[in-house]
């Protein structure tokens, strides 16, 4: 098997599974990496390296990291962000899923299912936690869970290019808990 498709797919679901966390931190270091260029992306991707791109990201995070911070947005904001967070994820799948030769259909299917469902498991899971804050804390203890979805969502996006496959197996570990946690109260 070849190291580099493997690096590059893990990259792929790593960064897209950040995409539960905040949907705009791993599209901004997405696009850093490929205006640095540190990375090449697709030619049909090329956009995300640029220049107003890299803005647009950066301005998108910033403005997503503050108003989590907002009592009652932070709530509103999860509703938005999983649809947001699938396309995120999905995108960033397709730009790093290293498979050109692929048929473009079935490599967009592909990362609905891996980027975009990854993406998907993560807000859903961030948003309970978030609705079980809020609950059980009026509301308080929401400033916490943000604070931990911020450090993971810019700690596992900055690692997934320095250690793409731990952080790929560390989400998916994350995603397979979140599953069977779902899982175990639907059945009660």
């Known amino acids: 098997m070849d190291v580099q ?41 090329q956009w995300m390296g640029s220049l107003p791109a890299l803005i647009c990201f950066a301005t998108a995070a910033i403005l997503e990291i503050t108003a989590y911070y907002i009592p009652f947005v932070d709530n509103l904001l999860d509703t938005i962000a999983t649809p947001l967070a699938v396309a995120a994820g999905t995108i960033l799948a397709v730009s790093f899923l290293p498979i050109a030769d692929f048929n473009p259909l079935l490599k967009w299917i592909l990362a609905i299912i891996a980027g975009g469902g990854a993406a998907g498991t993560i807000q859903a899971g961030t948003g309970l936690l978030r609705l079980f804050s809020s609950k059980t804390t009026a509301g308080t203890g929401n400033a916490v869970v943000s604070t931990g979805e911020n450090a993971a969502a810019i700690g596992g996006t900055a690692l997934s290019f320095f250690t793409p496959v731990i952080i790929a197996v560390m989400m998916l570990l994350l995603i397979g808990w979140i599953l069977v946690k779902g899982l175990r109260r639907l059945m009660k």
């Not at 950040?18 to 990496?33: E, K, Q, Y």
């Open 5 to 45: 498709l493997v690096t590059a797919a893990a990259m792929g679901i790593a960064l897209s599974a950040c995409c539960g966390f905040r949907v705009f931190v791993p599209m901004l270091g997405a696009s850093f990496a490929a205006w640095q260029q540190w990375y090449n992306l697709p030619a049909d991707m």
